[in-house]
Nanobody
Framework: QLQLVESGGGLVQPGGSLRLSCALS????????IGWFRQAPGKEREGVSS????????YYADSVKGRFTISRDNAKNTVYLQMNSLKPEDTGVYYC????????????????????WGQGTQVTVSS
């Protein structure tokens, strides 16, 4: 079975940076499309970024374009979300997820398409 584990969250000041990791087991990050979602207190979970299978492209929410970068390292079987110029509104629990279909490219992100989820990692942007 596919498992995903997020790490790299923490407390950072506005303007700072964090790199989140999503480590896969039971499947290859080269094969799976992966989405990053976040959920702020009292708000619905929203799609932040996704990376398509293999060379199928990357996608970003307008709110993070130019600040976040999604990538994969096949040797480490890990997907990353590099977050720069962080803002307080970026605060939330960040989740990585994989779709039921595995292969593909997904944007916009729909929660119903994603069936394997990590446990989440907290990102807090505050001075």
């Amino acid at each position: 079975q596919l498992q995903l584990v997020e790490s790299g969250g923490g407390l950072v000041q506005p303007g700072g940076s964090l790199r989140l990791s999503c480590a896969l087991s039971g499947g290859s990050v080269d094969y799976y499309a992966i989405g990053w979602f976040r959920q702020a207190p009292g708000k619905e979970r929203e799609g932040v970024s996704s990376i398509g299978s293999s060379d199928l492209g990357t996608y970003y929410a307008d709110s993070v374009k130019g600040r976040f970068t999604i990538s994969r390292d096949n040797a480490k079987n890990t997907v990353y979300l590099q977050m720069n110029s962080l803002k307080p509104e970026d605060t939330g629990v960040y989740y990585c997820a994989a779709p039921h279909t595995g292969w593909g490219a997904f944007w916009p992100l729909h929660l119903a398409d994603f069936t394997s989820w990590g446990q989440g990692t907290q990102v807090t942007v505050s001075s």
